[in-house]
């Protein structure tokens, strides 16, 4: 089955203790990002890959680093966690075809930074 | 950068009715205006997408249209059913998606049977 997975689906930490939240997909897809969800804001990009070993900032980017060593795997890194990161967050992919870019959504992580 | 504003924030219709959401965006460059619709408590699924070198798009009950002169795009969904409600943000980006992608701030739609 196609499928964007993330891991863990919750977490609780507090501050300052570095976590790791994994996404992968089996879709064989160049593209994978990562978002936040915060209420009233939306969706804002975090970082995002536009294949291996190319990744790039977007609009909300400070406190959080990412890398892209496979194509399958995008982990999204927190090295000092703080309350304000305090989010749900959403890994996708996509490939790019003539019909389109559909972003593929994993389940969602929700974390919390006491 | 990129700035997506989305409006109304919320929005209630009767069944049957339609719905509208509209979107406007910043760079003159952003070419790909996707659609996201999330239920709640789910992740956000692609409903329909449109490139700059379309004026509109239609799928069955929902459609898209683009004014890249003015720099809006709304979703239009027509006889609207209790399952279309959830919450619908619009995003725009340039290169097809395949660079940095800005979402608008959601529009809740309540649909009342």
């Known amino acids: 089955e196609a499928q964007v997975t993330q891991n863990p689906r919750y977490l609780i930490t507090v501050t300052g203790k570095k976590l790791t939240v994994t996404c992968s997909q089996n879709?064989?897809?160049?593209?994978m990002s990562w978002y936040r969800q915060d209420p009233g804001l939306g969706l804002r990009q975090i970082y995002y890959?536009?294949?291996?070993?190319?990744?790039d900032k977007g609009d909300v980017p400070e406190g959080y680093k990412v890398s892209r060593k496979e194509k399958r795997n995008f982990p999204l890194i927190l090295e000092s966690p703080s309350p304000n990161q305090t989010s749900l967050y959403f890994c996708a992919s996509s490939l790019r075809t003539s019909r389109g870019d559909t972003q593929y959504f994993g389940p969602g992580t929700r974390l919390t930074v006491l | 950068g990129e700035n997506v504003e989305q409006h109304p924030s919320t929005l209630s219709v009767q069944e049957g009715d339609s719905a509208v959401i509209k979107c406007t965006y910043s760079?003159?460059?952003?070419?790909?205006f996707p659609w996201y619709k999330q239920e709640l408590g789910k992740r956000p699924q692609l409903i329909i997408d449109i490139r700059s070198n379309v004026g509109e798009k239609k799928d069955q009950r929902i459609a898209v249209t683009l004014n890249k002169t003015a720099k809006h795009f709304s979703l239009h969904i027509t006889e609207t059913q209790p399952e279309d409600s959830a919450v619908y943000f619009c995003?725009?980006?340039?290169?097809?998606?395949?660079?940095?992608?800005?979402f608008g701030t959601g529009t809740k739609l309540q649909v009342i049977p």
């Open positions: 890959s536009m294949n291996v070993e190319a990744t």
């Open positions: 879709m064989n897809h160049e593209y």
């Open positions: 995003a725009a980006s340039r290169s097809g998606g395949y660079q940095k992608v800005t």
């Open positions: 760079d003159s460059a952003s070419n790909y």
